[in-house]
């Protein structure tokens, strides 16, 4: 049988970790924008429907998103926001990141400490407040859904549809795919785009953390240790989640370990005193001094951490950590998006904003061509929306990826660059400012 649809999204889920999330919010904003009312969309879901209640789950998710204002904007536009706050998300008004070879560090926030810069959701609630709501829309969902094969237009006769065939033998034959299938996409392979890029031969470990007292627990915590970074998110006044990157062996060895183990090897990371070299201290005063004279009010507002005291059980968990990059989003009727696009190191938590702000583009780039009646599959219109993203993704992508080696050395040449250069950021606000602005959106 032949289905003719004029939007065709196929998602895959992945073994470790995959934001579903993409491929819902991508269709339910779709769904719900007057210009592709009488557009037919079809999701195709591998996995069974879920089932979500309105009440939260006793048990808080090692999943967690730190979504940017952004991506709070686009769930608020779609009447999701009030769903996920409804359910339960934790705000976040300061973020302190700082070295560990050295006393060096910055922080993040709007001046008013009851501001929120990002909101901390448990990737399962998202999904949840997302899946309801596109059932109130007019896109077709096929959970236990699998392509077997995908057929795509030659560049010589891009007019074609594309023709894709699902494991349970039915042909179905669309104007556009868009691919949300993960870092390690069917979609991109079968149509032939190169993926460039490389593991960090490291895992993200991810746990609920037990803090040894109440406090308001508004702060995102993140130090640079010369093994990777840690990373502390707030859930509650008495939870936190926990992002550590760290070499496999020691992963493996960390969510295995007996509890009391883990939670001191949590401590010692957050709390350990690494010597510093006399070149890196002396430099570092320097900077100090020459910043009280330009800035003599100016003060770095250190924060001390909250102390663990217990973890969630069955909470411990790990997946790989890496870079990649389609060389193309984009081919004659397909679109990527999400990490089927581009895959970052979590240190910056924006994995999730940058797949949100594809949804945002894609569609946008989409609605313009069906108002003049254009072909929403022509590479004359999607290739807008790949200028977009990759101009905004790449720099963000090399310059997660330059900290990322930047921070993974203790040799003092280096301990002494980046001390200098995040004091440096640190005292000029406009540049902050920046900073701030591209993580928004």
Not at 179 to 203: H, M, P, T
Request: aromatic residues 8%.
């Amino acid at each position: 049988m032949i289905e003719d649809g004029s939007f065709l999204l196929v998602p895959r889920r992945s073994k470790y970790f995959y934001w579903n999330e993409f491929k819902f919010i991508f269709f339910f904003h779709l769904g719900h924008n007057l210009m592709f009312e009488h557009q037919k969309m079809l999701l195709l879901e591998s996995g069974s429907k879920p089932s979500f209640c309105n009440e939260p789950p006793g048990a808080y998710s090692n999943r967690v998103s730190a979504l940017n204002p952004q991506t709070v904007e686009l769930m608020k536009k779609l009447d999701v926001w009030n769903r996920i706050e409804d359910t339960r998300t934790k705000s976040v008004c300061r973020m302190q990141v700082w070295d560990a070879c050295s006393d060096a560090l910055i922080t993040f926030d709007q001046g008013d400490l009851t501001i929120s810069v990002a909101h901390i959701v448990e990737n399962d609630i998202t999904l949840g407040a997302l899946t309801n709501r596109l059932d109130e829309s007019n896109v077709e969902v096929q959970y236990s859904s699998r392509t077997k094969h995908i057929e795509f237009p030659t560049q010589e006769d891009a007019s074609q549809l594309v023709k894709i065939q699902l494991d349970n033998g039915k042909f179905i034959e669309t104007r556009l795919l868009i691919g949300a299938d993960g870092n390690r996409s069917k979609n991109r392979e079968s149509a032939g785009i190169k993926n460039v890029g490389w593991d960090y031969d490291q895992s993200g470990i991810v746990a609920t953390l037990m803090l040894s007292e109440p406090v308001e627990n508004t702060v995102a915590w993140q130090r640079f240790l010369p093994s990777g970074p840690i990373a502390m998110l707030p859930l509650t006044d008495t939870l936190s989640s926990l992002v550590w990157s760290i070499d496999h062996d020691k992963a493996k060895a960390l969510v295995s370990m007996p509890e009391e183990e883990f939670v001191d090897a949590v401590n010692t990371a957050f709390w350990k005193d690494y010597e510093s070299h006399d070149v890196v201290h002396t430099a570092s005063n320097m900077v100090d001094n020459l910043l009280r004279l330009v800035n003599p009010d100016g003060s770095d507002f250190r924060q001390l951490p909250p102390s663990i005291i217990g973890v969630t059980e069955g909470s411990r968990a790990r997946f790989p950590l890496g870079l990649g990059h389609a060389s193309y989003y984009v081919k004659p009727r397909l679109a990527l998006i999400g990490d089927a696009a581009h895959r970052i190191h979590p240190l910056a938590g924006q994995g999730v904003n940058l797949g949100f702000g594809d949804v945002i583009s894609l569609t946008s780039k989409l609605a313009e061509a069906l108002s003049v009646g254009g072909d929403i599959g022509s590479l004359l219109h999607l290739c807008k929306y790949e200028t977009e993203r990759q101009r905004h993704i790449v720099p963000i992508m090399a310059t997660i990826d330059a900290l990322k080696r930047l921070y993974s050395t203790d040799r003092p040449e280096i301990v002494l660059l980046r001390t200098v250069g995040l004091k440096l950021t640190n005292a000029l606000q406009p540049l902050k400012n920046q900073f701030m602005i591209g993580a928004s959106s």
